[in-house]
């Protein structure tokens, strides 16, 4: 299946493109992206909003994929991932994100939890970027009852996973506060104590970490409609020094959920919004992408979307 994608990401890098190809995944409702560049290729991996219009609450019972080798034209690979692949799991495939290491492809995804109560952390892996994805260990590799927060059941949802310079890989999540783990060399468990960072003003939810010329970014969700703000460490374990809003709301949709890459030279905004038609908004959402600008002191220039 291709998609074509609107002329937005087609023309040069622009702070702010002039016409709208957003939002760019068309024929299914697209949340949570995560992306991961691989050679020539970037991956795009959602959530699949399945919530008949005009029910007003998530319907997601599996992972979708995309690949494409210019952000331009995309390709939609066969359903990678479902929350019937973990059996442990109950429902909700909920925000995730795809790494490689040694050859594999280590997917964490956030599901409702079938006998723990609340959300709860899983891996999956795979041989190749678009899967077949199966459980990578038989049991969720974070529940609701290691983060202790007893307040809500969905605290520990949108896992976000990076591997430093010195190959230490680092799991962060969160709603109630953005937790982080080291995780073990085989990826699938965590290796040490669950820490939380600090320094992250109105955190809401939606971490994803990610590295550019020496600096660590930790972008996150912040205040509720969503807008994502950001913070900068040259270090996963911080301190972490807030630096400041990088969108504004994104359109028709609460929540916002970004993924930051490089991709062919060029940065890129990934996150979702209600606005592929008359039926979208906050539970039948829609993947977007726009340009992002670093400063030569590495901060972040803020993004502005094709569709305000
Ligand atoms: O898709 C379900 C939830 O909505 C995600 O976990 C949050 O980040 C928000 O996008």
Redo the contacts with the bound molecule.
């Keep these: 299946l291709l998609l074509a994608a609107g002329p937005a990401l087609a023309q040069a890098a622009a702070p702010s493109p002039a016409a709208s190809g957003n939002p760019f995944i068309k024929t299914k409702y697209t949340?949570?992206p995560a992306a991961l560049v691989q050679g020539n290729l970037v991956y795009l991996y959602t959530?699949h909003d399945e919530a008949p219009a005009p029910q007003e609450r998530?319907v997601?019972h599996e992972w979708l994929c995309f690949s494409s080798p210019d952000m331009v034209t995309w390709t939609e690979h066969p359903v990678p991932l479902k929350v019937s692949d973990f059996a442990w799991a109950k429902d909700d495939a909920?925000?995730s994100q795809v790494i490689a290491r040694n050859g594999k492809f280590y997917w964490y995804a956030?599901v409702e939890h079938g006998t723990v109560p609340g959300k709860a952390i899983g891996v999956a892996v795979a041989d190749n970027p678009a899967g077949p994805f199966k459980d990578a260990r038989g049991s969720a590799l974070v529940t609701n009852d290691m983060t202790k927060a007893a307040s809500i059941s969905w605290d520990d949802?949108?896992p976000t996973v990076i591997i430093d310079k010195g190959g230490q890989a680092y799991l962060f999540w969160g709603n109630t506060a953005c937790y982080y783990a080291k995780l073990k060399p085989n990826m699938t468990e965590l290796d040490g104590p669950i820490q939380t960072v600090s320094g992250l003003p109105r955190y809401t939810?939606?971490p994803w970490v990610h590295e550019h010329n020496g600096w660590y970014y930790l972008s996150y969700?912040t205040e509720f409609p969503e807008k994502i703000a950001y913070a900068m460490s040259r270090s996963l374990a911080g301190p972490w020094q807030y630096k400041g809003i990088l969108n504004e709301l994104a359109g028709n949709s609460n929540?916002n959920?970004q993924a930051i890459i490089d991709f062919k030279g060029k940065s890129y905004f990934i996150y979702h919004n209600g606005g592929l038609d008359v039926h979208g908004g906050s539970f039948r959402r829609s993947v977007c992408a726009d340009y992002l600008q670093y400063n030569a002191d590495g901060t972040l220039q803020r993004v502005r979307m094709t569709t305000e």
């Design positions: 949340a949570d959530g998530y997601m909920w925000a956030a949802i949108d939810e939606a969700a929540t959920h």
